[in-house]
């Protein structure tokens, strides 16, 4: 047996399951089944997008989003690290900012050594 609360009386009364369980009208929902994951498939490139001047112009090619153009380049799975994919041009960059950032921790640390012996 089940009980539902009545709202004019205030008190619990006898009631169908299907009121008791269901109030006001609602009913279950039936669950849909899940969509189906699809495992191996990779998204598709977003399609080339070129600057309003076009490559063509004076400043086009200066202004022309080539992330798209060497995206081949930076995803192909060759062992090297993506900062170094384009070749001796990275190698160098990478070589100097190294350096650079090497020799300014250095002066820092001496000249907060300098600092600190103050005499």
């Not at 205030?10 to 699809?38: F, H, M, R, V, W």
């Not at 060759?78 to 994919?85: A, E, F, I, Q, T």
Request: hydrophobic residues 35%; aromatic residues 12%.
């Amino acid at each position: 047996m089940a009980f539902r609360y009545n709202t004019s009386t205030g008190k619990l009364s006898p009631s169908t399951p299907q009121l008791a369980y269901n109030p006001e009208g609602i009913k279950k929902l039936k669950c849909a089944d899940p969509p189906k994951i699809q495992w191996a498939v990779k998204p598709m490139p977003p399609a080339p997008q070129y600057s309003p001047l076009g490559g063509d112009q004076i400043f086009g090619s200066l202004i022309r989003n080539r992330v798209y153009e060497k995206w081949p380049l930076f995803q192909a799975n060759d062992g090297v690290p993506v900062h170094l994919k384009r070749g001796a041009r990275d190698r160098v960059s990478f070589m100097l900012f190294a350096g650079f950032v090497g020799c300014s921790t250095l002066y820092t640390l001496f000249q907060l050594g300098r600092l600190i012996n103050k005499k």
